[in-house]
C-alpha cells in the first residue's frame, strides 16, 4: 500500500506571497493532519480534516488554511507568507471515524518551504 | 493544555549499550502514546504506541516502551542500541477528547558511534 505521499517536496517563496501544498493520504485513510516543523518549536498541530470538514485546529493564524476533498486529498495553503514561515510541513492520515478511537497517523515525508 | 517534555535533547552512546529516553506528559484525561522516529533524510516512522492494556509495549527493531500513569512517564528503552538508530526519537500524546491532534515532544537526537 503506498504511503503518504506531499507534493511539491522544496518549495522556495517571497515574503508576502502565498503557497499551497498538497497532500494525498493512505488509501482508506479519511482523516488528514498537517503539522508545521521547525528547529525552534519543534512539531505543532496545525489542523485535521475529516470528511472534508475541519476537526480541530491548532494554535495558528489565520493565514493558515486548508481543505479536503472528497477523495480525501487535502491541500494547506498559506497567504502572506513570513519569514517565520519557513518550515518543514508535515501531513499524516489516519483511518477517521465518527468518534475518537485509538488512532494510528502516518507521516509523509514533507514540504520544506523556504520563505525568503 | 497537553504538554510533552523529553529530558535529554542530545544522547550519544556506543553500540550494544542500552538506551533509555524519557517522556513526561501533563494532561489528567485518558492519553494515547506514540513514540515516533525521524532517520536521517527519511520521513517520521512509528516504532510504538499505546492505547490500552498491558503498559509495557514492543515495537520495531527491538524498541520497548512501559506506560507508567502514576507517574505520567512513557519511557521508551532497548537493550542493545545499533549505529542504524542513530534518528532523532520523538514522543507523542494525543488526549482521546481532542481527537487526532498530536502534541510531541522536542525530540532527542541519538547518536550511536560504531
Not at chain 1, 470538514?53 to 491541500?75: L, Y
Not at chain 2, 509495549?57 to 542513530?86: C, H, M, Y
Request: include cysteine.
Amino acid at each position: 500500500k503506498a504511503g503518504v505521499t506531499q507534493t511539491p517536496r522544496y518549495l522556495i517563496k517571497t515574503r508576502g506571497q502565498q503557497v499551497t501544498l498538497s497532500c494525498s493520504p493512505i488509501s482508506g485513510h479519511r482523516s488528514v493532519s498537517w503539522y508545521q516543523q521547525t528547529p525552534g518549536q519543534g512539531l505543532q498541530f496545525l489542523f485535521e480534516y475529516f470528511s472534508e470538514t475541519q476537526r480541530n485546529k491548532g494554535n495558528f493564524p489565520g493565514r493558515f488554511s486548508g481543505r479536503q476533498f472528497s477523495n480525501s486529498r487535502s491541500e494547506m495553503n498559506v497567504s502572506t507568507l513570513e519569514l517565520g514561515d519557513s518550515a518543514l510541513y508535515l501531513c499524516a492520515s489516519s483511518l477517521g471515524r465518527t468518534v475518537y478511537p485509538q488512532e494510528t497517523q502516518y507521516f509523509g515525508p514533507g514540504t520544506r518551504l523556504l520563505v525568503l | 493544555a497537553q504538554s510533552v517534555s523529553q529530558h535529554n535533547h542530545h544522547v550519544i552512546l556506543s553500540e550494544a549499550a542500552s538506551l533509555e529516553l524519557g517522556c513526561n506528559y501533563s494532561y489528567g484525561g485518558t492519553v494515547n502514546l506514540f513514540w515516533y522516529v525521524q532517520y536521517p533524510g527519511q520521513h517520521l516512522q512509528l516504532l510504538l504506541k499505546y492505547f490500552s492494556g498491558d503498559p509495557l509495549v514492543k515495537g520495531i527493531k527491538g524498541f520497548e516502551a512501559e506506560f507508567i500513569k502514576s507517574k505520567f512517564s512513557f519511557n521508551l528503552r532497548k537493550p542493545s542500541v545499533q549505529w542504524s538508530d542513530t534518528a532523532e526519537y520523538f514522543c507523542a500524546v494525543n488526549a482521546r477528547e481532542y481527537g487526532n491532534k498530536l502534541v510531541f515532544g522536542a525530540g532527542t537526537i541519538l547518536r550511536v558511534k560504531s
